[in-house]
């Protein structure tokens, strides 16, 4: 089993879901999030003075699916996370050891 980490923009958020939806996976875990990479934020005018904002919003997506769906789900995330501009994300790609349901107890592919 693998975890996928997506870190992406906010408003790319359905059309990821609904892409990974469509591959047919059954749960993803959505964090809102802060930060910044390589763009390092932007200067905004408010009420006249100019402030620097460091933290930009994103959308952390987590996802647990078995080896053999990752290149299918990344491959997924990169289309539907695409817009061509600075800042449209990463993705990350961590294997898992186990994986437990708490409701029953299933362990490994069971549980996910």
Known sequence: MKKIEAIIKPFKLDEVKDA????????????????????????????????????LPKVKIEVVIEDEMVERAVEAIKQAAHTGRIGDGKIFILPVEDAIRVRTGERGSEAV
């Open 20 to 55: 990974l939806h469509e591959i047919g996976l059954q749960g993803i875990t959505v964090i809102e999030a802060k930060g910044f990479g390589r763009q390092k934020g932007h200067t905004e005018l408010y009420r006249g003075a100019e402030y620097v904002v460091d933290f």
